[in-house]
């Protein structure tokens, strides 16, 4: 930290000696506690926008402070927003909170439970006011908005990170070599937001915890019309309420395969392996006549495009080619020669992407594209400003392979987001819980594994051993939640779900308690209430009574979730 003179030197000598939010939280003090240019490389800090108030948030007192600062010679503007909390409650922690869809984080205050101060950033195309990064990607047909497209991949939260590191610490009046512990969290985009920074920035955090990360870019979001393109090929699409019968059927006769009936697919790896879905045929449905509003799922925004329709009542029986497409589905995409381009969602998870829609003139179901993937496809692959595909004349199993490579390629530096060598971040001492939800209909759990299984490649090149393993979840641990769905619970199973992710990490960081399996709490149905430690891959559940699993291994489910990519001539990581 550059020496303090005049009237910093005084400010600064009342952070340090401060008591209560009222002597930190003055623009004196926040401005005293700013970087010089050139300290921080790549960003000029305007001192000038500088603002500070105290708030409250859930109770919790805090400095709301606001910097604004610039990319050298680019003449742009980059907001970014603290909530400090009182210095009695800091505990000398800096928090990051990912956001989720195409929105970065807008919320700064998700650290004062912790006693952290946390961040939140414009990515300077108004991130904080609510703008999505899908409605700036383009500047026009064909022109992509690269300033946007690095920001929101990376670079916002980590010069946001940066920047509030050096900024806490003079705020405060720490020391400039003192340590500042630094924690991420989020699920979805918010999970990859969180393995952009320790690929990219790893030295800048202690802990990271990264729910169902949409990393893999390309092949993830346009793997959301592989459903569509599933229905279009066999052109068949099956009414709703048959998909429904096949996922309740599927999560009735595969509940006991993990050795507990309780409404749970915990090995949705045995079910895959054991159990066929054609049994399901011949079985009937009914679903009651709904009104419904599509707001797409995943990536999409509750705006433009959001549709309502009435479905009449479903009654009918489950026939060979309603089972064609589920099976198709779970197959996932290959290439007109047979090359597996992507994996799918586990057995036993709800069919998103591939409802279909009630056409009251013609009397039949028919294709709906999926508008998270087609957003993605027409805007971020073909370059139109448009928010979905408007047809899927002529796309075939091939088409969507080309689609994503052509993301892939474009995006690899960007919003892939797959590089797998996270040494800087191992050898800083960084901790990481990945978690992903078994039955997640939105980004395919096996998504998560496969990057596992890449870091551990690259990193401890060779068969997997023993001592390899305990290597890698030294630092680096990836759990499985049984049932649940994309973030979250799942409506159709009662399963458990970790509630308490950031006391563990903090708990492994500072005091050095790592965790050999993840806290989880069951909070509906028969055991509700019931806490299991879930295991950690590549170990699986099994239960061998009502009240007590075993984490075991076999060879057979562990290669269930093995996967390559020969459709791709690149590593696909």
Same mark, same amino acid.
């Given at each position: 930290?550059?020496?303090?003179?005049?009237?910093?030197?005084?400010?600064?000598?009342?952070?340090?000696?401060?008591?209560?939010?009222?002597?930190?939280?003055?623009?004196?003090?926040?401005?005293?506690?700013?970087?010089?240019?050139?300290?921080?490389?790549?960003?000029?800090?305007?001192?000038?926008?500088?603002?500070?108030?105290?708030?409250?948030?859930?109770?919790?007192?805090?400095?709301?402070?606001?910097?604004?600062?610039?990319?050298?010679?680019?003449?742009?503007?980059?907001?970014?927003?603290?909530?400090?909390?009182?210095?009695?409650?800091?505990?000398?922690?800096?928090?990051?909170?990912?956001?989720?869809?195409?929105?970065?984080?807008?919320?700064?205050?998700?650290?004062?439970?912790?006693?952290?101060?946390?961040?939140?950033?414009?990515?300077?195309?108004?991130?904080?006011?609510?703008?999505? #990064?899908?409605?700036?990607?383009? $500047? &026009?047909?064909? /022109?992509?908005?690269?300033?946007? !497209? =690095?920001?929101? +991949?990376?670079?916002?939260?980590?010069?946001?990170?940066?920047?509030?590191? #050096?900024?806490?610490?003079?705020? $405060? &009046?720490?020391? /400039?070599?003192?340590?500042?512990? !630094? =924690?991420?969290? +989020?699920?979805?985009?918010?999970?990859?937001?969180?393995?952009?920074?320790?690929?990219?920035?790893?030295?800048? $955090?202690?802990?990271?915890?990264?729910?169902?990360?949409?990393?893999?870019?390309?092949?993830?979001?346009?793997?959301?019309?592989?459903?569509?393109?599933?229905?279009?090929?066999?052109?068949?699409?099956?009414?709703?309420?048959?998909?429904?019968?096949?996922?309740?059927?599927?999560?009735?006769?595969?509940?006991?395969?993990?050795?507990?009936?309780?409404?749970?697919?915990?090995?949705?790896?045995?079910?895959?392996?054991?159990?066929?879905?054609?049994?399901?045929?011949?079985?009937?449905?009914?679903?009651?006549?709904?009104?419904?509003?599509?707001?797409?799922?995943?990536?999409?925004?509750?705006?433009?495009?959001?549709?309502?329709?009435?479905?009449?009542?479903?009654?009918?029986?489950?026939?060979?080619?309603?089972?064609?497409?589920?099976?198709?589905?779970?197959?996932?995409?290959?290439?007109?020669?047979?090359?597996?381009?992507?994996?799918?969602?586990?057995?036993?998870?709800?069919?998103?992407?591939?409802?279909?829609?009630?056409?009251?003139?013609?009397?039949?179901?028919?294709?709906?594209?999926?508008?998270?993937?087609?957003?993605?496809?027409?805007?971020?692959?073909?370059?139109?400003?448009?928010?979905?595909?408007?047809?899927?004349?002529?796309?075939?199993?091939?088409?969507?392979?080309?689609?994503?490579?052509?993301?892939?390629?474009?995006?690899?530096?960007?919003?892939?987001?797959?590089?797998?060598?996270?040494?800087?971040?191992?050898?800083?001492?960084?901790?990481?819980?990945?978690?992903?939800?078994?039955?997640?209909?939105?980004?395919?759990?096996?998504?998560?594994?496969?990057?596992?299984?890449?870091?551990?490649?690259?990193?401890?090149?060779?068969?997997?051993?023993?001592?390899?393993?305990?290597?890698?979840?030294?630092?680096?641990?990836?759990?499985?939640?049984?049932?649940?769905?994309?973030?979250?619970?799942?409506?159709?199973?009662?399963?458990?779900?970790?509630?308490?992710?950031?006391?563990?990490?903090?708990?492994?960081?500072?005091?050095?308690?790592?965790?050999?399996?993840?806290?989880?709490?069951?909070?509906?149905?028969?055991?509700?209430?019931?806490?299991?430690?879930?295991?950690?891959?590549?170990?699986?559940?099994?239960?061998?009574?009502?009240?007590?699993?075993?984490?075991?291994?076999?060879?057979?489910?562990?290669?269930?979730?093995?996967?390559?990519?020969?459709?791709?001539?690149?590593?696909?990581?």
């Amino acid at each position: 930290m550059r020496l303090q003179t005049g009237a910093s030197a005084v400010a600064f000598a009342a952070a340090a000696s401060a008591t209560s939010l009222s002597d930190v939280c003055t623009l004196s003090n926040v401005k005293s506690a700013l970087p010089s240019n050139g300290t921080i490389l790549g960003i000029d800090v305007v001192p000038s926008l500088s603002t500070a108030n105290t708030a409250t948030s859930q109770s919790y007192s805090y400095c709301n402070v606001t910097l604004t600062y610039t990319h050298p010679g680019k003449g742009d503007t980059v907001v970014v927003k603290y909530a400090l909390p009182e210095p009695s409650e800091y505990k000398k922690r800096f928090y990051v909170a990912g956001g989720g869809g195409y929105s970065l984080n807008s919320d700064s205050t998700g650290g004062l439970q912790y006693g952290a101060v946390g961040g939140a950033s414009s990515a300077g195309y108004g991130a904080l006011d609510g703008t999505s #990064y899908d409605d700036v990607v383009l $500047y &026009g047909n064909g /022109s992509i908005n690269w300033d946007a !497209t =690095y920001m929101f +991949g990376y670079q916002a939260l980590g010069e946001m990170t940066k920047l509030g590191k #050096y900024f806490t610490k003079g705020f $405060y &009046g720490q020391s /400039s070599s003192s340590k500042l512990y !630094t =924690y991420y969290e +989020g699920c979805s985009d918010g999970g990859r937001e969180g393995m952009s920074q320790i690929q990219r920035y790893g030295d800048e $955090y202690d802990g990271a915890i990264t729910g169902a990360p949409a990393f893999r870019y390309g092949q993830q979001q346009v793997n959301h019309v592989f459903s569509n393109a599933v229905e279009h090929t066999l052109g068949y699409y099956p009414p709703p309420c048959a998909l429904a019968k096949i996922v309740n059927a599927t999560i009735a006769a595969c509940d006991p395969l993990d050795g507990r009936t309780d409404g749970v697919i915990a090995r949705s790896d045995l079910c895959q392996l054991n159990f066929n879905i054609s049994s399901i045929i011949g079985e009937k449905y009914y679903c009651a006549a709904e009104t419904s509003t599509s707001l797409g799922f995943g990536f999409s925004k509750r705006a433009e495009g959001s549709t309502t329709s009435t479905t009449p009542a479903q009654n009918g029986t489950v026939n060979a080619k309603d089972v064609a497409v589920a099976q198709g589905i779970l197959n996932g995409l290959h290439n007109s020669n047979g090359e597996r381009a992507y994996v799918s969602y586990q057995i036993g998870a709800d069919y998103t992407d591939a409802q279909t829609e009630w056409n009251n003139n013609t009397k039949t179901w028919e294709l709906d594209i999926a508008s998270t993937g087609g957003e993605f496809v027409a805007k971020f692959v073909q370059l139109l400003n448009i928010d979905n595909l408007s047809s899927f004349e002529g796309v075939t199993y091939d088409t969507l392979v080309e689609w994503m490579n052509t993301a892939m390629v474009r995006y690899m530096d960007s919003l892939q987001t797959t590089i797998p060598d996270l040494t800087t971040f191992q050898k800083s001492g960084g901790k990481l819980i990945h978690y992903h939800g078994e039955q997640d209909p939105s980004i395919p759990t096996a998504s998560s594994v496969h990057y596992w299984q890449s870091v551990m490649s690259v990193m401890y090149p060779g068969p997997m051993s023993s001592k390899t393993l305990a290597k890698l979840q030294d630092w680096y641990q990836l759990y499985m939640i049984p049932g649940a769905a994309h973030c979250g619970t799942n409506s159709l199973q009662p399963g458990p779900y970790p509630e308490d992710n950031m006391e563990i990490m903090i708990n492994w960081v500072e005091n050095g308690v790592k965790p050999s399996r993840l806290n989880a709490t069951v909070s509906s149905g028969e055991y509700a209430g019931e806490t299991q430690l879930l295991c950690q891959f590549p170990s699986r559940p099994l239960w061998k009574n009502n009240s007590t699993f075993d984490c075991v291994f076999d060879k057979a489910s562990y290669e269930s979730w093995t996967y390559e990519f020969p459709a791709f001539k690149v590593p696909v990581y």
